[in-house]
């Protein structure tokens, strides 16, 4: 116990010596004493060792609080919310990048990962999810009964945090994560813990598809099972020079095709490390146990290629891997965008990436990505068949696939930050300008991937945003979650 005694003394606080941080400590302690990590203490330092990039792992919140139970999450917040400068931030698996999404400063950080629970319902038609199990745990525990769900694409990324955001991964014909969600256990500003499903609250029910950590804290996901074996796939890697073209070509046939084979997907990164150069890594995946199938052949025949490491796999292999390529513990930079599928905008974004990299090439130990996925039509209309989400996603111009591009920035040292994060958001516009300029432009931003300078839940759309204040009012009158609860991606006003 590290506290100020004198926080645990009615009338101290707000007295210097006992900060609104060790107040709000002293207070949870009172309530759940052997939930609560101090600074040195094994648990606190495992929860900050545990964030993915080092920005979130250097903020060090005035005590971590590890819950055990959706009545432990429930005693915290009903402490929180009657004490309204008590700041408190919400972690599950820790991967958004940014400082402060999901840990606090001078604050009280609840970390869910010891909610870790699952369970099959209705037969194996529904698993239970607690929001602390990470993607490959899920995977493997479904993999034994020849199930899966719709998650992300590597094995350490948290359920809690993608399902929140929406969540995008492999399965073309399940939309995005969220919209195979059936029911939640929320615990909302009051302490309640709430079953929200599509008849109970269906209101709450659909801002959670998309709205983060807006209405609550989240202690359970149920979502549909589907049927999986092995699947085929495997990351393919070539110079960019002699490759460009056959690359961009094949991925906006594969995206835009009006036959497009729901149990295909690829995603294709353009990256840069010193040491090589600009190359691609394609990520051709196909959800049944078929080599190299006619849909992702556009991929497999470009030629000249340096690896590949496609093969039949396992969803919990693929996901493994993907999860080796982004270790923990560097400083991170994320943003996201979309635009219409279309050639010339593909060659637009490469220029605008290649133009980037003469601003980042001598900062230390850098790795330059750009990811692009498809969204085709088939997905969209999946994710609009289970649906029921606040994700808002539009098409622009209608009809047409839309192409997600997100980054990936890496480095090692603070005093690169600025030169990192300028030569980013200066890519960013650059894609952006190219795009408006081409008419292919789509104003959505996907929250998972989001930069902090950027406002996804406004790119969901005014109605949306709307609904989603009311809802945020009529679940949280005294906006506990707006005002308390200040990391990661809030309501707009
Ligand atoms: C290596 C890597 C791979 C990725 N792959 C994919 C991918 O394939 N598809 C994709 O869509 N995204 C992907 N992402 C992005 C990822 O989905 C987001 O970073 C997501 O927020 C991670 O969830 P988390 O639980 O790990 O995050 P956290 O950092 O713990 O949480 C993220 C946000 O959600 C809030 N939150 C978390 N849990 C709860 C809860 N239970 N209740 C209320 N609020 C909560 C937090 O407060 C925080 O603001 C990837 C990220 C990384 C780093």
Redesign the pocket.
Same mark, same amino acid.
């Given at each position: 116990m590290k506290i100020l005694v004198a926080c645990l003394l009615p009338g101290f606080y707000p007295a210097l010596v006992c900060t609104a941080g060790n107040f709000c400590c002293a207070q949870l302690e009172k309530v759940l004493p052997d939930k609560l990590h101090y600074p040195g203490d094994q648990v606190y330092n495992a929860s900050l060792s545990s *964030?993915?990039s080092e920005q979130?792992q250097s903020v060090t919140p005035i005590c971590v609080l590890r819950p055990v139970s959706g009545r432990d999450v429930s005693e915290i917040i009903r402490t929180l919310a009657t004490a309204p400068k008590c700041r408190f &931030?919400?972690? @599950? #698996?820790?991967?958004? &990048?940014q400082a402060g999404? &999901?840990n606090i400063e001078d604050g009280v950080t609840i970390d869910?990962s010891a909610l870790a629970q699952f369970s099959f319902e209705q037969g194996r038609s529904r698993v239970t999810l607690g929001?602390g199990l990470r993607w490959g745990e899920v995977y493997n525990k479904l993999a034994a009964y020849g199930l899966a769900v719709p998650g992300?694409?590597?094995s %350490?990324?948290?359920?809690? !945090?993608?399902l929140? #955001? !929406? #969540?995008?991964?492999y399965f073309i014909p399940y939309g995005f994560?969220c919209d195979n969600i059936v029911a939640y256990k929320v615990v909302v500003a009051s302490g309640a813990i709430q079953n929200v499903d599509a008849v109970t609250h269906p209101e709450l029910f659909r801002a959670l598809k998309g709205g983060?950590?807006n209405f #609550?804290?989240?202690?359970s996901f149920t979502l549909r099972t589907f049927p999986l074996g092995r699947v085929w796939g495997g990351n393919m890697v070539y110079l960019a020079a002699p490759t460009v073209d056959q690359q961009l070509k094949a991925f906006s046939d594969f995206t835009g095709n009006t036959h497009y084979d729901v149990h295909a997907t690829v995603q294709m990164s353009i990256s840069f490390a010193p040491s090589v150069g600009i190359i691609f890594v394609d990520q051709p995946f196909y959800a049944l146990p078929r080599i190299n199938p006619p849909a992702l052949r556009s991929f497999t025949r470009i030629r000249p290629r340096l690896q590949d490491q496609t093969s039949l796999t396992t969803l919990t292999a693929f996901a493994n891997a @993907?999860?080796q390529l @982004?270790p923990l513990g560097f400083r991170?930079m994320?943003w996201s965008l979309s635009v219409a599928n279309d050639l010339e905008t593909l060659h637009a974004l490469f220029i605008a990436f290649n133009n980037s990299i003469p601003s980042i090439a001598s900062v230390a130990g850098i790795a330059w990505s750009i990811t692009l996925e498809p969204l085709p039509t088939a997905f969209l209309l999946s994710s609009a068949k289970f649906g029921g989400n606040s994700l808002g996603l539009p098409i622009r111009p209608r009809g047409k696939a839309l192409v997600l591009c997100d980054s990936s920035f890496t480095w090692i040292n603070e005093n690169d930050t600025a030169t990192v994060r300028n030569a980013g958001l200066k890519l960013l516009d650059d894609i952006i300008r190219s795009a408006r300029q081409l008419g292919t432009y789509n104003d959505w931003v %996907?929250l998972?991937?989001a930069d902090y300078s950027q406002d996804p839940i406004s790119s969901y759309g005014r109605a949306n945003g709307a609904f989603m204040r009311y809802v945020s009012r009529r679940y949280d009158p005294g906006q506990t979650f707006q005002k308390q609860?200040p !990391?990661? *991606?809030k309501l707009p006003a």
């Open positions: *964030f993915w979130e &931030a919400v972690k @599950s #698996g820790g991967h958004m &990048a999404a &999901a869910l929001p992300g694409r590597s %350490d990324v948290g359920v809690g !945090g993608y929140l #955001g !929406g #969540g995008l991964g994560g983060s950590n #609550g804290i989240v202690v @993907s999860g @982004s991170q994320t %996907d998972n991937h609860l !990391g990661g *991606f």
